[in-house]
């Protein structure tokens, strides 16, 4: 975009708005009942470690693909243009409108704490109706507007650690989970780190908008690293106030949370501050969660975009240089309220992060594909290579029980590659002209 480029800080700003948000307040919930808190920690400080290897192997691709589109146009130029098809579908119904539809529901949750008798399912759709309508506007607007809420969001944020260090316990849990296992539950532990993907994706969030930056390859991967550390750190800190304060009983109130409407940030300000910090979390958790929609809004539609570009999506979802795509903007807020009136919560959880994590390793795999496959590409660096081989290994070992142990995600990820690979033929016989040359074939 000429008008309005990005910089490190609004990229760290999308980074920071995508990852936090109503996982990190629900995850420690259900994983409690399975791990201990040092095992809890453990996951936390995995899943750092995960998204600093990805956004470190991330920081090699936008080196050779300094466009827009994330994944899809990474594995559509490395690999093939139906992965990256496959991977622009994922990003429409998982990536973002899920997340999308999952944070405004969360802030829909947080006003009826607030007053007896709200439904959070009418304040969802206004958040995204409104959000849609926002980034739909203008560019300068759509920044500025997103600018502002990260930087609330992650004020509040530090206020809630600081009241939870000071007022609540720090002392060590002893607490058991009511499923525990005898030694470590390398199962257990592997499956619930999905729980943890789906709080740390966003962690490539710079990535989607990368040619609206002032200097891509420069700012991307700084605005991608920078970002994941702060967020890992404040997760370290947020979980252990959950940890040091809860327990495995008293966090079972996340699998009541569409009835309940409280999530364990919520059962700590009350804890410990009363109703009247339960109010203040419940104002300041709105605040977040709306924050998050809106990094998601803003940063989705550049995906469907490209894909329109590439003639796999109408042309109406191009948008037009210097403006935001709306068609595309639109569409997404419309797959996003229909989310909200059908999910199920701790299983979108584990889905959005099961298939987040497939494509995330998909694309870095494509760093040794380039070694292997694609000479016509500089060799990314030795660090990048590190770094990737470490986040591919470890994906490819939560995959592997992700998969393993639940029939229903292998079927769902089943009929979603299926489904994709269909759309992709009946996309690529409409446009019999369309020029192959990223293919890899």
Same mark, same amino acid.
């Given at each position: %975009?000429?008008?309005?480029?990005?910089?490190?800080?609004?990229?760290?700003?999308?980074?920071?708005?995508?990852?936090? +948000?109503? +996982?990190?307040?629900?995850?420690?919930?259900? %994983?409690?009942?399975?791990?201990?808190?040092?095992?809890?920690?453990?996951?936390?400080?995995?899943?750092?470690?995960?998204?600093?290897?990805?956004?470190?192997?991330?920081?090699?691709?936008?080196?050779?693909?300094?466009?827009?589109? +994330?994944?899809?146009?990474?594995? *559509?130029?490395?690999?093939?243009?139906?992965?990256?098809?496959?991977?622009?579908?994922?990003?429409?119904?998982?990536?973002? @409108?899920?997340?999308?539809?999952?944070?405004?529901?969360?802030?829909?949750?947080?006003?009826?704490?607030?007053?007896?008798?709200?439904?959070?399912?009418?304040?969802?759709?206004?958040?995204?109706?409104?959000?849609?309508?926002?980034?739909?506007? /203008?560019?300068?607007?759509?920044?500025?507007?997103?600018?502002?809420?990260?930087?609330?969001?992650?004020?509040?944020? &530090?206020?809630?650690?600081?009241?939870?260090?000071?007022?609540?316990?720090?002392?060590?849990?002893?607490?058991?989970?009511?499923?525990?296992?005898?030694?470590?539950?390398? +199962?257990?532990? %592997?499956?619930?780190?999905?729980?943890?993907?789906?709080?740390?994706? /966003?962690?490539?969030?710079?990535?989607?908008?990368?040619?609206?930056?002032?200097?891509?390859?420069?700012?991307?991967?700084?605005?991608? #690293?920078?970002?994941?550390?702060?967020?890992?750190?404040?997760?370290?800190? #947020?979980?252990?106030?959950?940890?040091?304060?809860?327990?495995?009983?008293?966090?079972?109130?996340?699998?009541?949370?569409?009835?309940?409407?409280?999530?364990?940030?919520?059962? #700590?300000?009350?804890?410990?501050?009363?109703?009247?910090?339960?109010?203040?979390? @419940?104002? !300041?958790?709105?605040?977040? !969660? #709306?924050?998050?929609? @809106?990094?998601?809004?803003?940063?989705?539609?550049?995906?469907?975009?490209?894909?329109?570009?590439?003639?796999?999506?109408?042309?109406?979802?191009?948008?037009?240089?210097?403006?935001?795509?709306?068609?595309?903007?639109?569409?997404?807020?419309?797959?996003?309220?229909?989310?909200?009136?059908?999910?199920?919560?701790?299983?979108?959880?584990?889905?959005?992060?099961?298939?987040? $994590?497939?494509?995330?390793?998909?694309?870095?795999? *494509?760093?040794?594909?380039?070694?292997?496959?694609?000479?016509?590409?500089?060799?990314?660096?030795?660090?990048?290579?590190?770094?990737?081989?470490?986040?591919?290994?470890?994906?490819?070992?939560?995959?592997?029980?992700?998969?393993?142990? @639940?029939? &229903?995600?292998?079927?769902?990820?089943?009929?979603?590659?299926?489904?994709?690979?269909?759309?992709?033929?009946?996309?690529?016989?409409?446009?019999?002209?369309?020029?192959?040359?990223?293919?890899? $074939?």
């Amino acid at each position: %975009m000429k008008n309005q480029r990005l910089g490190v800080f609004s990229g760290m700003g999308m980074v920071i708005a995508n990852m936090i +948000g109503a +996982g990190v307040f629900l995850s420690t919930g259900f %994983m409690a009942q399975d791990m201990n808190s040092q095992q809890i920690l453990l996951a936390w400080f995995v899943g750092m470690l995960i998204a600093m290897t990805g956004a470190k192997a991330y920081s090699g691709l936008v080196q050779l693909v300094p466009q827009s589109g +994330g994944e899809y146009r990474f594995l *559509s130029t490395l690999i093939h243009p139906a992965l990256g098809y496959f991977a622009g579908w994922a990003s429409l119904l998982i990536g973002f @409108s899920l997340p999308i539809a999952i944070s405004a529901l969360a802030a829909g949750a947080f006003a009826s704490t607030l007053h007896a008798g709200v439904d959070m399912t009418p304040i969802a759709v206004l958040v995204i109706l409104a959000l849609t309508a926002a980034h739909a506007v /203008g560019m300068r607007i759509s920044i500025t507007a997103q600018n502002a809420l990260v930087a609330v969001k992650i004020m509040l944020v &530090v206020g809630f650690i600081v009241a939870g260090l000071i007022f609540g316990s720090n002392a060590w849990p002893e607490w058991t989970p009511p499923n525990a296992s005898e030694g470590f539950p390398v +199962g257990s532990f %592997m499956r619930n780190l999905f729980y943890v993907a789906f709080a740390f994706s /966003g962690w490539n969030a710079a990535i989607y908008a990368a040619s609206e930056f002032k200097n891509p390859k420069r700012d991307v991967p700084r605005a991608m #690293i920078l970002g994941s550390l702060v967020v890992g750190i404040l997760y370290l800190f #947020i979980n252990w106030i959950f940890l040091a304060n809860l327990t495995p009983e008293q966090s079972r109130i996340v699998f009541s949370y569409e009835t309940d409407r409280i999530t364990l940030g919520h059962l #700590i300000m009350r804890n410990i501050l009363g109703d009247t910090g339960a109010a203040c979390m @419940s104002i !300041f958790a709105i605040i977040a !969660f #709306i924050s998050s929609a @809106s990094a998601m809004t803003f940063l989705g539609p550049r995906v469907y975009a490209a894909m329109a570009q590439d003639g796999f999506l109408p042309t109406a979802l191009k948008g037009k240089e210097g403006k935001p795509p709306v068609g595309a903007v639109v569409l997404q807020g419309a797959i996003a309220l229909f989310l909200v009136l059908v999910y199920q919560l701790q299983q979108a959880l584990s889905n959005a992060g099961a298939i987040l $994590t497939l494509f995330s390793a998909l694309t870095v795999f *494509s760093l040794f594909w380039i070694c292997i496959k694609r000479t016509e590409y500089p060799r990314p660096a030795p660090l990048v290579l590190v770094a990737g081989g470490l986040f591919f290994v470890i994906s490819a070992v939560m995959l592997y029980f992700g998969f393993s142990g @639940s029939p &229903v995600l292998n079927l769902w990820v089943g009929i979603c590659a299926l489904a994709a690979l269909i759309g992709y033929f009946i996309a690529k016989r409409r446009m019999p002209c369309r020029d192959d040359q990223n293919s890899g $074939t």
